[in-house]
């Protein structure tokens, strides 16, 4: 079946209640299903009308917007193929993409998405219409229409073409942090089988009362695959715009579920610590109290037990004292929060399970149309990537590679037989390139990216991952990237939370004038080399890192050190930070 069918079960079940809501001159509005349902169909049948057919790829290249997830559930509903692109991609990473999934059509969010695919519509004869998303975005007539004005003569009814499971639904370009992003190749039932093992999994109840906000890029199978579960489910879903609004954003909306990737948690983890430790006495003896009832009564509901009613009492006195406080600045209600991307520390997640928010550790690629394990709501395991779902097969192959098979697979690499060869087994397992092991209960654990395994000169095998989750697991480290392969200790480039450093060197009464004299000052490099020390003071002497470099900017997607989920492209970084790197380990 098309996954868009739920759209009309949901207009038919509640047909006047909200299904999206969106910023609108900046006010929160919201569509009901019964709308919602109309908007899709018109829009639909403009892209009919202008001659997309089962089959066509159309591709959106925008910020999240409720425009977004309209033009996406249209293309669908006439069997054509989405073709999301980050609205972080320069115009030579949208070039590729726009001509290697040969679009006809594409759906642009602001002025610099809009110019940049006018140039290339220049140079590609084969792109021949623009919509524009917003009316405040400046078009040239040829080749280019408004949205609003694309689908206003539009017809309200839409007959939604019929899918098999085989048939494409998406082609998700990988940002990769190696080599030349690739099409992926999801079906419709990749989709459909995927909530569906969600549903089962969880077993949420009253699904249909929850409200998420689209958050992450929805250009991201996390993201993507969670709104459409979300909206399956009948939950309203708003979408947020501008990330850097995140803040206020979670004020006004009060999500009680939301997807996140683990930095957002690492924030707000290092930010409370840092308060505490700033703290009194005895708010620091409060909040210590609170942790210790929090993370029994977190521990108790993770083993399916009874939280008895003194340790419930107790509870509702550190909710009201310290948990409800920090759970109002992220809006109050968020209950569900899934995370993937990268791992985490259990610390992390210990964290928000003792103040009563489930953050749900999954993992999953985008090969595997996102989850293939998660924290089930008991019995997980902290530091782990929790348990299968649905109908996935999950074995550990040579060098603990896992190896996976189940509906959630892609079909291939889209136009790539031979690298679609190189990801599968001969027997048809999907190759993820992960390390990892079970444990006896059934949770997966991830030891790392093969590829990023290092060795040092020493001989000592060293997994950057958890040491980097460590340094940004603090309230002074943003990022952080560990340099050890064939080197004879471990370094590290930090790029500092500057707000953060720069109240510190105000205590310090170090005078401001630039990031790049302050991070040279040798204060700053004691303080952070002190910090470090405090940090790895668990870790065995050949993981620590011995020296470090402070870097004055973060590394960005714009510039490809970054993936837009925020994972470090080794290779980029390491290439273009090579003097800086190799200065390290001159003396």
């Known amino acids: 079946m098309n996954i868009v069918n739920f759209i009309a079960e949901n207009a038919r079940k509640f047909p006047l209640k909200p299904a999206i809501g969106f910023k609108k001159q900046n006010e929160w509005s919201e569509l009901n299903w019964r709308d919602f349902q109309v908007m899709v169909a018109k829009t639909a049948g403009a892209l009919q009308s202008v001659g997309v057919c089962e089959g066509d790829t159309v591709g959106i290249y925008s910020d999240n917007s409720a425009e977004w997830i309209v033009f996406d559930l249209a293309v669908l509903s006439l069997g054509a193929v989405t073709v999301p692109i980050y609205s972080t991609n320069t115009e030579q990473q949208a070039e590729y993409i726009i001509k290697d999934s040969e679009l006809k059509i594409i759906l642009v969010g602001d002025q610099q998405q809009y110019d940049a695919v006018y140039r290339i519509s220049e140079r590609l004869d084969a792109l021949q219409l623009i919509v524009a998303s917003k009316k405040k975005i400046w078009i040239k007539p040829e080749k280019s229409v408004f949205l609003e004005d694309f689908i206003k003569d539009s017809s309200e009814q839409i007959t939604v073409c019929e899918r098999s499971d085989e048939d494409l639904a998406t082609l998700i370009y990988t940002s990769g942090t190696t080599g030349v992003p690739k099409g992926v190749m999801l079906t419709h039932g990749n989709f459909h089988k995927c909530i569906e093992a969600h549903f089962e999994f969880f077993k949420f109840k009253n699904f249909q009362d929850q409200t998420s906000m689209a958050f992450l890029p929805l250009s991201h199978v996390f993201e993507r695959s969670w709104t459409l579960l979300s909206l399956y489910g009948g939950a309203k879903v708003y979408f947020l715009e501008n990330t850097k609004l995140i803040a206020s954003a979670l004020q006004e909306v009060r999500p009680t579920m939301m997807c996140a990737v683990p930095r957002f948690y690492q924030k707000i983890y290092a930010a409370v610590n840092e308060m505490v430790k700033e703290g009194s006495p005895l708010k620091r003896k409060i909040f210590n109290w609170s942790l210790q009832v929090g993370t029994q009564v977190s521990n108790l509901r993770s083993n399916a037990q009874e939280v008895p009613l003194p340790v419930r009492l107790k509870f509702a006195i550190a909710d009201k004292l310290v948990f409800g406080k920090i759970k109002m600045k992220m809006g109050g209600k968020l209950w569900f929060m899934p995370c993937g991307g990268a791992s985490l520390s259990p610390e992390v997640t210990q964290f928000f399970d003792a103040m009563g928010i489930h953050i749900t550790v999954g993992y999953g690629l985008t090969e595997t149309t996102a989850t293939l394990t998660a924290f089930p709501f008991t019995g997980y395991e902290h530091g782990s990537a929790g348990k299968v779902l649905g109908d996935t097969q999950i074995k550990i192959g040579a060098n ?150 402070l870097m004055p900017f973060e590394f960005e997607v714009s510039t490809g050190e970054i993936t837009p989920t925020l994972k470090v492209k080794r290779n980029v970084v390491l290439k273009k930070y090579e003097e800086l790197i190799e200065r390290m380990y001159a003396h």
């Not at 000052?521 to 890192?545: M, N």
């Open 400 to 549: 603990d590679e896992i190896l996976a098979k189940g509906s959630g697979i892609m079909k291939g690499y889209y136009k790539k037989p031979q690298e679609t060869q190189e990801v599968f087994t001969a027997d048809g397992w999907f190759r993820t390139g992960d390390a990892g092991r079970f444990d006896e209960q059934g949770n997966l654990f991830i030891t790392d990216r093969i590829k990023d395994l290092m060795k040092t000169s020493n001989g000592k095998y060293i997994t950057p991952q958890p040491i980097e989750n460590l340094l940004s697991n603090d309230q002074y480290i943003t990022q952080a990237m560990v340099v050890a392969e064939g080197r004879p200790f471990v370094s590290a480039l930090i790029i500092p939370n500057f707000d953060a450093l720069r109240e510190q060197i105000a205590k310090m009464n170090i005078h401001f004038t630039s990031w790049e004299d302050i991070l040279n000052s040798e204060s700053v490099k004691d303080f952070y080399h002190q910090k470090l020390e405090q940090i790895q003071k668990s870790l065995p002497g050949f993981e620590k890192v011995k020296k470090f470099t």
